[in-house]
């Protein structure tokens, strides 16, 4: 696909870890005129090339989805946050293919979406179950391009703190260094590394649909640096 300036670029998720990370360089990527923000509350910021839009998640239309060409959603929660299986399940599937369908309707070239590591629709781990019958449920519809990321823990400064999540990066920072080869694909990973991988292989990747894993993220950022 031939990129030309003035495309537009949607995203949902943007006042989380990863989200916000990802709406910065969107913001700042001179490919994209305007940025679209799905919101539940608005930002504590404004651009010029922003847009935000205050939506129920529940209540999405067909309107709130006009003249996008890429849209980038990081949607996720826990299930301590959301406070069920079924809530959790709510968020992480039901909305994440909700805004593949109502944007594959409106003409959006290319879905970008973060899933996780062992994501299987079979299974037995709630978790990565859920993050299997995700990306199923997102193949069904008919974008130009379609981009799966699969990282493992990711680390960064989240506004709310998680207990579970910083005992494992409080770990991580010991047995990362020791994660090569195969073990590589479970190396925790930044959120402003998983940011970059979205914007800059959905704007390189050919037409296709592609499962980006988290070694093929650590992988890239290894190449960067060299």
């Known amino acids: 696909m031939i990129l030309k300036r003035g495309i537009s670029a949607y995203i949902a998720g943007a006042s989380g870890l990863t989200g916000g990370m990802l709406l910065q360089l969107l913001l700042n990527n001179s490919t994209f005129s305007s940025v679209v923000a799905l919101l539940r509350s608005p930002l504590p910021f404004s651009h010029p090339k922003l847009v935000q839009k205050i939506i129920d998640f529940d209540q999405l239309q067909s309107v709130d989805f006009e003249g996008g060409d890429f849209f980038f959603c990081c949607l996720g929660t826990t299930i301590k946050k959301a406070g069920s299986q079924e809530k959790f399940q709510k968020v992480d599937l039901n909305y994440v293919e909700m805004l593949a369908k109502f944007s594959a309707e409106a003409?959006?070239?290319?879905?970008?979406?973060?899933?996780?590591?062992?994501?299987?629709?079979?299974?037995?781990?709630?978790?990565?179950?859920?993050?299997?019958?995700?990306?199923?449920?997102?193949?069904?519809?008919?974008?130009?391009?379609t981009l799966i990321f699969r990282p493992s823990l990711i680390l960064g400064p989240r506004k709310e703190f998680r207990f579970g999540e910083a005992f494992a990066a409080s770990m991580m920072k010991v047995f990362n260094p020791l994660m090569v080869g195969g073990l590589k694909q479970f190396k925790a990973i930044q959120a402003s590394e998983i940011a970059r991988n979205m914007l800059e292989m959905s704007l390189v990747k050919k037409p296709g649909t592609y499962n980006i894993t988290n070694r093929d993220m650590h992988q890239k950022r290894t190449n960067h640096e060299k």
Do not use: C, H, P
Request: proline residues 0%; without cysteine.
């Open 107 to 145: 003409g959006f070239s290319t879905f970008a979406v973060i899933s996780s590591v062992g994501a299987n629709k079979n299974s037995r781990n709630f978790y990565q179950r859920t993050k299997g019958l995700m990306e199923e449920a997102i193949s069904k519809y008919d974008f130009e391009k």
